[in-house]
């Protein structure tokens, strides 16, 4: 299978490629428009095709292509794919605006082809062995769900902030694919014209669901809290947490010697894309899951632009 990667930045670099160079059916391509990481990325991976221009990509009769650009850039440069009937994978978000994220799922429909969004949380190994259906919407026993990520000292402009940083959380929460803002709890702190903090709260059935971010904390850290009855995990990074039940605190954690990138889902992400490359299809309920976490990203994006004016 021939897989172009486009856009060679810090996530391509330090997440993909060291994923990806190891999958042994895998043929990658290159494509950024910095001659000098492009050489240099091709040398030390032992890649032998690579191009500057993603246009030249389609003469070279490529399975898939993987796009890890600016997120101003995902629309334009998936647009084109998709249009050539070529599997795509965008890292998150697809765009930083709903309309083209609604146009971008139907362009894809109208060409046959899987659109994938890179959320590499929904693939944490750990949470999903303990917690195996919960990230298929299945909250019928869970009393709450809270995902927060934090950040030191970074406050940040209202439009990155909520779509290249907080839909982490939010689509992480968001298993059953909540499309409004309907019942939704909002709370924001502000740092000047920066937004500093965000809170989303919301209740489905008999579950509570919280995506929080604070970008004023101590730390950078990332913290999930999921409560059934009488029964409660913990989770403090993605390799370990704690199982708290009977009065009693269970450690687990992933085992000893388990890399990094698995541990954050990248390996499970990708087995789970190449899958839907071979068989040409995504999953509906993955695909309004997608749809549902952007429209709710767009929706905060709005009402929190009108609070600040």
Not at 89 to 103: G, I, N, S, T, W
Not at 177 to 184: F, P, R, W
């Amino acid at each position: 299978m021939k897989v172009a990667l486009i856009g060679l930045g810090d996530i391509a670099t330090k997440a993909y490629l060291p994923v990806l160079s190891q999958i042994q059916d895998i043929e990658l391509i290159l494509c950024t428009r910095n001659e000098q990481v492009l050489t240099a990325l091709a040398h030390q991976y032992r890649i032998k095709t690579f191009v500057s221009d993603y246009k030249k990509l389609i003469a070279l009769n490529i399975d898939a292509v993987m796009v890890h650009s600016a997120t101003s850039t995902h629309s334009e440069i998936a647009s084109f794919f998709l249009s050539h009937g070529i599997a795509t994978f965008v890292d998150k978000p697809l765009a930083d605006r709903y309309q083209h994220v609604e146009m971008l799922y139907e362009l894809a429909e109208r060409h046959q082809v899987p659109l994938y969004v890179g959320f590499n949380r929904r693939h944490i190994p750990l949470y999903n062995h303990h917690l195996p259906t919960l990230q298929q919407g299945n909250i019928a026993d869970i009393l709450s769900f809270r995902w927060e990520k934090n950040r030191f000292q970074l406050p940040g402009e209202l439009n990155t902030f909520i779509f290249d940083d907080f839909i982490h959380p939010l689509d992480s929460v968001n298993v059953t694919a909540k499309s409004t803002l309907d019942d939704v709890y909002v709370t924001t702190q502000r740092q000047g014209n920066q937004l500093a903090r965000l809170d989303v709260q919301w209740q489905q059935g008999q579950t509570l669901l919280h995506a929080s971010m604070n970008r004023q904390f101590g730390i950078t850290t990332e913290r999930v809290q999921v409560c059934l009855e009488n029964q409660v995990y913990e989770f403090d990074s993605f390799t370990s947490g704690v199982k708290l039940s009977e009065s009693k605190q269970e450690k687990i954690a992933e085992k000893d010697w388990t890399p990094m990138l698995k541990g954050k889902g990248f390996h499970s992400m990708m087995d789970d894309w190449f899958s839907v490359v071979r068989n040409n299809k995504l999953d509906n309920q993955v695909v309004q899951r997608n749809l549902a976490s952007h429209h709710l990203a767009e929706l905060l994006y709005q009402k929190i632009r009108k609070e600040i004016a």
